[in-house]
């Protein structure tokens, strides 16, 4: 299978809101041309509702949505001065990046990655 691009389709309750989210929080720029998507490295992000779709996330740790940023400190603190909550800061695996899990307001576990490996 030749894969062209991928895209991440969100769905909520409230679409308005998460979109809200992700777009002044999060800081992702709106591609207006394709309908409020939210465009980063190549990957998609669209927010939308779903009929069966209500309420917080039941298994917020089923899909994880990695951010990966060059200075996770810097933008942890921003979004913690946001408001955005934190479940994990700052863990160190074992593979040598660094993972902040951070939840969105329908309760989606979102993780900023850090990985620096080390020079060799």
């Known amino acids: 299978m030749q894969v062209n691009s991928v895209s991440i389709n969100l769905n909520s309750a409230d679409p308005e809101r998460l979109t809200a989210f992700y777009r002044d929080v999060v800081g992702f720029p709106v ?4 309908g409020g998507l939210f465009v980063r490295g190549g990957i998609h992000l669209f927010v939308d509702g779903h009929s069966e779709i209500s309420g917080p996330a039941q298994e917020p740790a089923r899909v994880l949505i990695n951010f990966f940023v060059d ?3 810097a933008q942890q603190a921003r979004l913690e001065a946001a408001g ?7 863990g160190v695996e074992f593979w040598g990046g660094v993972i902040s899990t951070f939840v969105d307001p329908d309760g989606n576990y979102c993780q900023l990655m850090e990985f620096n490996p080390p020079a060799g």
Do not use: G, M, Q, Y
């Open 84 to 90: 955005v909550p934190f479940i994990r800061k700052e």
């Open 31 to 34: 591609d207006e041309a394709s």
């Open 71 to 73: 200075d996770l400190r």
